[in-house]
């Protein structure tokens, strides 16, 4: 596709060149005008088709699908089950730890520190550890990826959670290779870190 893009940029500036030369003297437009819109249709078609722009594009397409799958996703059904007797006993932690792991098996392994009621998730899946890491390595990329997406599906879960187990619980997202980073947390409902602001 490189060849492409050369190829067509040249005939653009011969075809530019022949358009001007052609009106100037013989008043005649039409030739050196598709000559031209043809030039700009192979660049066009050659830049978009390029491996680069290709992976980013698709890279951004495969994350904001699965982040949209993780929104359409709803817990409430599965935390409204979880009542009686002690809220926050370990087994009521456990009942909504295999909710989490459910609603976000598509996206990787979840886990629970029980020293400080922190549901953690990790992501496996190709694309959403493909998405984590350009978003680590540039986070103003997050809004053409659907962050927003995830980050709002993990707000209202934290929320959920919280009321589930009657206390403080924080959900959060940790960047794959290296798990101690987190990239969005939310306790409560209410956002307490998000990298895409940095």
Same mark, same amino acid.
């Given at each position: 596709m490189i060849f492409l893009v050369i190829f067509g940029g040249l005939m653009l500036i011969l075809g530019g060149f022949y358009l001007a030369n052609s009106w100037q003297r013989y008043r005649?437009?039409?030739s050196g005008t598709v000559i031209v819109v043809l030039s700009l249709?192979?660049?066009?078609?050659?830049?978009?088709?390029?491996?680069?722009?290709?992976?980013?594009? #698709?890279?951004?397409?495969?994350?904001?699908?699965?982040?949209?799958q993780v929104s359409q996703s709803s817990f409430s059904n599965g935390?409204?089950?979880?009542?009686?007797?002690?809220?926050?006993?370990?087994?009521?932690?456990?009942?909504?730890?295999?909710?989490l792991q459910k609603g976000y098996s598509k996206l990787g392994t979840v886990s629970f =520190?029980?020293?400080?009621?922190?549901?953690?998730?990790?992501?496996t899946a190709d694309n959403t550890v493909q998405a984590v890491k350009a978003i680590v390595s540039?986070?103003?990329q997050a809004s053409q990826m659907g962050?927003? =997406?995830?980050?709002?599906?993990i707000k209202k879960n934290s929320s959920q959670v919280s009321t589930a187990l009657n206390g403080d619980y924080t959900i959060?997202?940790?960047?794959?290779?290296?798990?101690? #980073?987190?990239?969005?947390?939310?306790k409560n409902g209410k956002t307490t870190y998000n990298i895409a602001d940095n």
């Amino acid at each position: 596709m490189i060849f492409l893009v050369i190829f067509g940029g040249l005939m653009l500036i011969l075809g530019g060149f022949y358009l001007a030369n052609s009106w100037q003297r013989y008043r005649e437009w039409k030739s050196g005008t598709v000559i031209v819109v043809l030039s700009l249709i192979a660049v066009t078609f050659g830049t978009i088709n390029l491996p680069v722009f290709k992976g980013h594009q #698709q890279v951004s397409n495969q994350s904001s699908s699965s982040s949209q799958q993780v929104s359409q996703s709803s817990f409430s059904n599965g935390f409204s089950t979880i009542n009686g007797g002690q809220q926050g006993s370990p087994n009521h932690q456990m009942a909504v730890l295999r909710q989490l792991q459910k609603g976000y098996s598509k996206l990787g392994t979840v886990s629970f =520190n029980k020293e400080n009621n922190t549901y953690t998730i990790k992501p496996t899946a190709d694309n959403t550890v493909q998405a984590v890491k350009a978003i680590v390595s540039d986070p103003s990329q997050a809004s053409q990826m659907g962050w927003s =997406n995830l980050t709002n599906s993990i707000k209202k879960n934290s929320s959920q959670v919280s009321t589930a187990l009657n206390g403080d619980y924080t959900i959060r997202i940790v960047n794959p290779d290296n798990t101690d #980073q987190a990239v969005y947390s939310a306790k409560n409902g209410k956002t307490t870190y998000n990298i895409a602001d940095n």
